[in-house]
Antibody, heavy 123, light 107 residues
């Protein structure tokens, strides 16, 4: 069974960096697909932040492009989110998810999600 | 970015009731539309992909339809476990974007 689990600090100070880890079991992240970060704000809005592909390439939401970095450690089957210069607007629950893609791109959806980790940005 | 407008934002409903949630895109998305369910414990799972395809393991009371800019999710007869949040998501163009969510509540 494929499982994803987020971890990281629940409280970050404004202007600092937010760093989260997604640990994946049941599937090797270099075997296929894209490995995403998505966040849900208070008030329920959801935002796709970006992904790292199985080959290591990255794709980011342009709204975050200057602040975001997604990397990975293939030896640990983990991928990471770093978001720089956070403000209170970055307070959200952060999810990692697998972005499935098959049938020549007709079918593309987030099929496995972590439980989410709540991050508050506050001094 | 393509804006996704989901209605209603909340919906009181009764067990056994048939409900429909709507999702409208700011431009045509060629059926590249998914639906997700988020349970009160935070768990998120896919329900429908590419407008009308049922994800494996999802009960057949869930169905999706639509075309162009307008899409919908229908639950034919509400069960207790269906009271949750629902989101649509387009993947016609990057970045993928989500609707604002619909909270299905017990009346």
């Amino acid at each position: 069974e494929i499982q994803l689990q987020e971890s990281g600090p629940g409280l970050v100070k404004p202007s600092q960096s937010l760093s989260l880890t997604c640990s994946v079991t049941g599937y090797t992240i270099t075997s296929g697909y894209d490995w995403s970060w998505i966040r849900k704000f208070p008030g329920n809005k959801m935002e796709w932040m970006g992904y790292i592909s199985y080959s290591g390439s990255t794709n980011y939401n342009p709204s975050l492009k200057s602040r975001i970095s997604i990397t990975r450690d293939t030896s640990k089957n983990q991928f990471f989110l770093q978001l720089n210069s956070v403000t209170t607007e970055d307070t959200a629950t952060y999810y990692c998810a697998r972005y499935l893609d098959y049938y020549d791109g007709y079918y593309r959806y987030f099929d496995y999600w972590g439980q989410g980790v709540m991050v508050t940005v506050s001094s | 970015d393509i804006q996704m407008t989901q209605t209603p934002s909340s919906m009181p409903a009764s067990l056994g009731e048939r409900v429909t949630i709507s999702c409208r895109a700011s431009q045509g998305i060629s059926n590249y539309l998914n639906w997700y369910q988020q349970k009160p414990d935070g768990t998120i799972k896919p329900l429908i992909y590419y407008t009308s395809n049922l994800q494996s393991g999802v009960p057949s009371r869930f169905s999706g339809s639509g075309s162009g800019t307008d899409y919908s999710l229908t639950i034919s007869s509400l069960e207790p476990e269906d009271f949750a949040m629902y989101y649509c998501q387009q993947y016609d163009s990057s970045p993928p974007t989500f609707g604002g969510g619909t909270k299905l509540e017990l009346k």
